[in-house]
């Protein structure tokens, strides 16, 4: 069974940053690719950014390009997302996944979520 736990959201304003943690059980999770995904309230749950795990490619949804960046400590079974110039519109919940298969922008191609963390922007 494969845990994940995101850590690391709060209430900043727009402009500020912050680092979202996903800690994971299981010694194979540093062998499957990590997806970010957020959603915000009344909407539908929408992929951020993800990584492989072999070459460590990475790829972005247009609206946080060039914003955040994902990355991932293996030796430490943890992935992060580094979110710089936040703004309001990036206000949700953020939850990481482990890749299972299929496109990476589909919540279907993800098989393990965590639990979440909120991520609140202030204008």
């Known amino acids: 069974q494969v845990q994940l736990v995101e850590s690391g959201g709060g209430l900043v304003q727009a402009g500020d940053s912050l680092r979202l943690s996903c800690a994971a059980s299981?010694?194979?999770?540093?062998?499957?690719?990590v997806g970010w995904f957020r959603q915000a309230p009344g909407k539908e749950r929408e992929f951020v950014a993800a990584i492989t795990w072999r070459l460590g490619t990475t790829n972005y949804a247009d609206s946080v390009k060039g914003r955040f960046t994902i990355s991932r400590d293996n030796a430490k079974n943890t992935v992060y997302l580094q979110m710089n110039s936040l703004k309001p519109e990036d206000t949700g919940v953020y939850y990481c996944?482990?890749?299972?298969?299929?496109?990476?922008?589909?919540?279907?191609?993800?098989?393990?979520w965590g639990q979440g963390t909120q991520v609140t922007v202030s204008s």
């Open positions: 299981g010694r194979t999770f540093s062998r499957y690719g």
């Open positions: 996944a482990r890749y299972y298969s299929g496109t990476h922008y589909y919540t279907e191609s993800y098989d393990y």
